[in-house]
Structures are given as structure tokens and as C-alpha cells.
């Protein structure tokens, strides 16, 4: 028996609707029904002349179509709150870009809307639809790297200075929700220090580094930063077994699993003398470059929110992953304003 299409539209049509539009139209579960922005020139251009996706600048008029079952909302993240309230009202399933929402506090409202309808509520964290964190993740979760011990993630570059947040807004929701997403189910963050720095007078933070402890004693560490020169996207996660490491500039050499590290000798008693000249032993095993597959991660992320709907089973970036996001994030800026104080996470990310 065929499955229907799910009728979808999308709201937002600047520079990153486009991107949703195509692989919604892509994707045979889903039949793109409107595209939705206060621009509406900006909203036919993308559709085309030819399109039969109708083109509105009222996003009652999407809603209060039967046959629209699902909404993605690609609208700035201010506006995540009040858009994606509406749907959920009206009764549709929602897929909101990253982030979640503006607070946790409006993250909050969401969740807890979809939950009351039964729907589902999904948050693009795209990253985690990339082959290479799809990888990742399986070596985090089936052991091969053994017991977690460092996470250190750097994304720099000459970037865009934001009007209206600070680097740790703009970037590291990208590294958090990774985290979020591989760190194996027995490890959490449990707290968050942040330092940052505004060397050019803009305001805001432009470079910041964040310290997470996760549950297990592991250490992650985030480097965002505006100003760099040079773009560097290096994820190293070291553990017991093996150590990853994800160069995302490098298309050649994207992720390699090192067989190499140290590792300490297990003698149950141990002088002092044998202490210094034992303890210390280093590996030098195989570099392996796993396979990875090519396909564009918002596919895979469109046919996820096809697959939750249909089965009413949380998407693997469902709502809850986008609030966890966003505790993290909002207890960083806690911590920026603090001087890098530790602020302990709330139980939804440590739970
Ligand atoms: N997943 C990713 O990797 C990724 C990448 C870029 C942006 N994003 C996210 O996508 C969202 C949009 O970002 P962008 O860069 O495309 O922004 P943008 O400013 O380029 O586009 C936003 C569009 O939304 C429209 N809009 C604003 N309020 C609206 C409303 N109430 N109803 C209908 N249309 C409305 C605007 O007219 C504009 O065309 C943000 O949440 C951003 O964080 C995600």
C-alpha cells in the first residue's frame, strides 16, 4: 500500500528556506504545498514561475489548510517562538532550524506544546545528519573508542560579525548539539565555564572558548572565534581505545580513527621508584579512514522528520535535543557574564 505524501510548507524563504524547499521537493514522503515569508517577491523567486507550491505572506493561510500536515520553520530565531507555537496549535507537526528558540524558556513552551498535542517537534541540528557524525556517533555508542576521556572541538574562522549575538550563539550550537548527539548514553555534561573576548570593540563576544564536564569526569572543550584568518573545523575525541579525529576541511582525510595513545600500566601495587619508571606506555597502532557515505545531511534530516511523524516516535533531534542546546548555551552566557564562573546544568541535559 502507498503511503500519502505529507503535505508541508515552509516559512522563510532568506538563506536557508531555499535549502529546506529543495530537499523537501526531493523527498517523495513529503509534498511541498506553500512557501511562506513577509517577502513575498523573495518567496517566488525561489518557488519559480512555473511552481505549483503556493507563495503567501500569511502564515494563517498555511495553517488553516487540511491538507498541510507538517510546517519547517527557517525563520530568524527570534521569531522561532511565535511561528512554530501557531502551527503546533493548528495541529501540525513542526521542524524548527537551529536554534530551538531565543530562550529555554521559549524552547521550553515548545516542547511542552508538542507534548501536550502529540505531535512531533524536531530541531535541524544538521550536523547530526552529516555522514561523518552519523560515524561518529557509532563508534561513540558501539565502544570502539572505549571509555570517553577528552572532546575538543574548534570552529574558527573569518566570520560574519552577528548584529544581534555573540560567537558562542552563532557557532557552538553547532559543536553542542554534535556533543549532544554522540556522546555515548551513559555521558552528559554536568556544567559549563565560558570565557570570551572582544578585541574589536563589537559588543558582543567574537572569540569565546567553553569548558563543559561531562558526567563520567571526561572534559569538552569548545573553541568559536570570528576573527581567525584561517577556517579550522578539528574535532579530536580521544578515548581508552581509540582517539577520533575530524578535520571537516578536509574532504580527502575527513575523519581517521587513530589506534594510538597512552596508556598507563594497571599493577596493582606500585612503589614509588616503579611509579615513575612504568606508568607511562604509549601506543602506536593503525590510522583507519572509515568509508564515508555522500549524502546531503538536510536529505537525511528531511526523511528523519518523515520517519518520526509516521512512526510518532521522537526524531533523533527531536525537541528535547534542541532544548538541551539551549540550557547549555544559556548557561555559558551566565558564565561569560561571570568571568568564567562553572554553572551546573539543569537535570533536562544532565538527565
Ligand atoms: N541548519 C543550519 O545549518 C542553518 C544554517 C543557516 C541558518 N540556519 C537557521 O535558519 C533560520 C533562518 O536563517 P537565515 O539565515 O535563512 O535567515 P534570513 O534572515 O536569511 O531569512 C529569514 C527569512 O524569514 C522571513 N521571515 C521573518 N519572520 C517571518 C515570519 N514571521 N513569517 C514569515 N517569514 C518570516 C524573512 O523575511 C526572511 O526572508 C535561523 O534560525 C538560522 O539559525 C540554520
Not at 239 to 247: E, F, I, K, N, P
Not at 290 to 319: H, K, N, Q, S
Not at 327 to 342: N, R, V, W
Amino acid at each position: 500500500m502507498t503511503v500519502p505524501p505529507i503535505g508541508v510548507a515552509v516559512i522563510g524563504a532568506g538563506y536557508w528556506g531555499p535549502n529546506l524547499v529543495r530537499n523537501f521537493q526531493n523527498n517523495g514522503g513529503f509534498q511541498l504545498r506553500w512557501l511562506c515569508d513577509l517577502d513575498e517577491s523573495r518567496a517566488r523567486r525561489v518557488v519559480g514561475p512555473y511552481s505549483t507550491v503556493r507563495v503567501t505572506t500569511e502564515l494563517a493561510e498555511v495553517l488553516a489548510d487540511p491538507e498541510v500536515g507538517a510546517v519547517a520553520v527557517a525563520t530568524p530565531a527570534g521569531t522561532h517562538l511565535p511561528v512554530a507555537l501557531a502551527a503546533l496549535q493548528a495541529g501540525k507537526h513542526v521542524v524548527v532550524e537551529k536554534p530551538l528558540a531565543a530562550t529555554y524558556a521559549e524552547g521550553l513552551e515548545l516542547v511542552s506544546e508538542a507534548d501536550r498535542r502529540g505531535l512531533t517537534l524536531m530541531c535541524d541540528h544538521t550536523f547530526c545528519y552529516t555522514p561523518v557524525v552519523t560515524r561518529i556517533r557509532e563508534l561513540l555508542h558501539h565502544g570502539e573508542v572505549g571509555e570517553l576521556q577528552y572532546v575538543d572541538s574548534v570552529r574558527i574562522n573569518l566570520g560574519l560579525v552577528q548584529r544581534d549575538i555573540d560567537v558562542v550563539w552563532d557557532l557552538a550550537p553547532h559543536d553542542l548539539s554534535i556533543l549532544d548527539h554522540v556522546l555515548p548514553p551513559h555521558v552528559r555534561p554536568v556544567s559549563v565555564s565560558a570565557v570570551g573576548t572582544d578585541p574589536i570593540g563589537a559588543g558582543r563576544s567574537c572569540i569565546a572558548y567553553l569548558t563543559l564536564t561531562l558526567s563520567n569526569g571526561a572534559i569538552a572543550h569548545v573553541h568559536v572565534n570570528w576573527l581567525s584568518p584561517i577556517k579550522v573545523r578539528t574535532t579530536i575525541i580521544g578515548g581508552s581505545r581509540r582517539t577520533l579525529v575530524w578535520d571537516d576541511v578536509n574532504p580527502m582525510l575527513r575523519l581517521s580513527v587513530f589506534d594510538r595513545g597512552v596508556d598507563i600500566a594497571t599493577k596493582d601495587k606500585l612503589d614509588e621508584q616503579e611509579r615513575r619508571d612504568l606508568l607511562i606506555s604509549y601506543r602506536s597502532g593503525d590510522m583507519i579512514a572509515p568509508a564515508l557515505g555522500e549524502r546531503e545531511a538536510l536529505a537525511a534530516m528531511v526523511e528523519e522528520f518523515g520517519r518520526a511523524i509516521r512512526t510518532g516516535t521522537p526524531a533523533l533531534t527531536d525537541g528535547r535535543a534542541g532544548l538541551r542546546v539551549l540550557a547549555i548555551l544559556e548557561a555559558a552566557s551566565q558564565s561569560l557574564d561571570k568571568g568564567g564562573l562553572t554553572i551546573p546544568l539543569p537535570e533536562t541535559v544532565t538527565g
